[in-house]
């Protein structure tokens, strides 16, 4: 149980922010598949890269620990080898459903576990596309639910061309990672960009990749060539309950350092802007095929705005933090296109509903797939729940400190992406 009073006079100075999280399991897998060493710094140890780390060294890889550092050094792109046991994903839906793409063209048996939430998560999603390319995988019921089997492939996988039904970086990253191993080109279309992370780290292992608006075309590869270090950005993800906070709390004046600012994940960025937040992107520059930069924020007075389509996917994360400066702006904001909050870590948009009227009665409604938010209601204190989930414990969080207080049945899940927040909020 955590108890968040109100902040009183604005949030100032300089705010660190954790390594971004898609970018850390990326870095983990792909230095995997090569057959050198690779120092990855800022490397985010969160529950969820832990699992990908876990999950990893049982396939065979050398992890270690070396300070801030992660040292891993893989028995290349061939050379993953049999698990002794089940692997446990946890709560993390980015390490089974790359794994699972990535253990699709193997010649052994995986299976894979997670924890209560990510066993009732769909993953039909990225098993179907599979399946396509000839892989054997068994999953429990019609939505291919958690425990799954993966059984030995035979023969290599087809290279297919698969479009995608929804925007999801974890199906295309999975079909890319399995795309390595195939007998001809694999081609993805996306119905709109997600997070590009995946290609951008395997065109630094020198994989060879196509862009044409969005589909995107992976060739199979023989070896891949690992960088000796990758050096991770801040997490945008994470820099949004401050983004949030900073603007909405008078009398603030904040700047986050190294913050990944990848164009397919800045969107809330761009909302933010849209409802009059004032955030300037200073020191731009580029690592590793990724963009980060450092951002100023200072207090402003925000207006509704109303997005959703393409935009969504660019900031699919962060949509509870922007639903709380939505209840602290003039007007209503409309987020379009959200059916897909229902399949996160828990039922997002029933959560936002649920748990933010606590603290702000009838200011939130879903209707279809849209959140409505309707601004600049009363806002009292409450007790809230956080389902288990890392990104509503951190949004409620904030919108009590920014209101009247709240209190938390369960802070611990911040750990997944954040394990520090509650050090940074409270000090
Ligand atoms: C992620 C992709 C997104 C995102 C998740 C991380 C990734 O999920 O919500 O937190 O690292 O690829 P979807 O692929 O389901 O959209």
């Avoid at 039909?124 to 599979?130: D, E, G, H, T």
């Avoid at 009398?251 to 909302?271: A, F, H, W, Y």
Wanted: include cysteine.
């Amino acid at each position: 149980m955590k108890k968040i009073l109100p902040l009183t006079g604005g949030m100032r100075g300089d705010f660190e922010i954790p390594g971004d999280k898609s970018i850390s399991h990326r870095s983990i897998i792909l230095s995997s598949l090569g057959d050198s060493t690779v120092e990855v710094s800022n490397f985010l140890a969160g529950a969820d890269c832990l699992s990908t780390v876990d999950c990893m060294k049982s396939l065979g890889a050398k992890i270690e620990r070396s300070g801030e550092k992660i040292l891993i050094t893989g028995n290349g792109l061939h050379g993953l080898c049999e698990p002794e046991n089940i692997l446990d994903a946890g709560n993390s839906g980015t390490t089974l459903r790359l794994l699972l793409g990535l253990c699709a063209p193997q010649k052994f048996l995986t299976t894979f576990t997670g924890d209560d939430s990510l066993r009732r998560r769909p993953m039909a999603r990225v098993i179907k596309p599979l399946t396509q390319a000839g892989a054997s995988i068994f999953g429990r019921n019609s939505n291919k639910n958690l425990p799954i089997t993966v059984l030995p492939a035979t023969k290599r996988l087809r290279g297919i061309n698969y479009q995608m039904p929804v925007a999801s970086a974890q199906v295309k990253s999975a079909m890319l990672l399995a795309g390595l191993y195939a007998d001809s080109p694999t081609t993805i279309i996306e119905p709109a960009p997600s997070r590009d992370h995946t290609e951008k780290m395997l065109a630094a292992f020198g994989a060879r990749l196509e862009r044409s608006n969005n589909a995107i075309k992976i060739f199979p590869a023989e070896k891949l060539i690992a960088p000796e270090k990758i050096s991770v950005p801040g997490d945008i993800s994470s820099a949004a309950y401050w983004l949030v906070l900073a603007t909405i709390l008078d009398g603030s004046d904040v700047t986050i350092k190294n913050v990944g600012v990848n164009e397919t994940r800045t969107g809330i960025l761009d909302v933010l802007g849209d409802m009059g937040a004032k955030i300037e992107i200073c020191s731009v520059r580029t690592s590793g095929g990724e963009r980060a930069a450092d951002l100023r924020v200072v207090s402003s007075k925000l207006h509704g705005v109303e997005f959703g389509g393409e935009m969504i996917p660019r900031l699919i994360d962060e949509i509870p933090a922007i639903a709380v400066a939505a209840a602290f702006a003039d007007g209503t904001t409309i987020i379009r296109d959200v059916g897909e909050l229902r399949v996160k870590e828990t039922d997002r948009l029933a959560a936002i509903v649920d748990e933010f009227n606590k603290i702000s009665p009838e200011t939130f409604s879903a209707t279809g797939d849209s959140l409505i938010v309707r601004g600049g209601r009363e806002k009292f204190f409450a007790a809230c729940k956080t389902r288990a989930d890392h990104r509503m414990a951190m949004s409620l969080a904030i919108f009590g400190a920014a209101a009247k207080g709240v209190e938390l049945d369960d802070d611990s899940c911040v750990k997944i992406s954040y394990p520090n927040f509650f050090d940074t909020l409270l000090k």
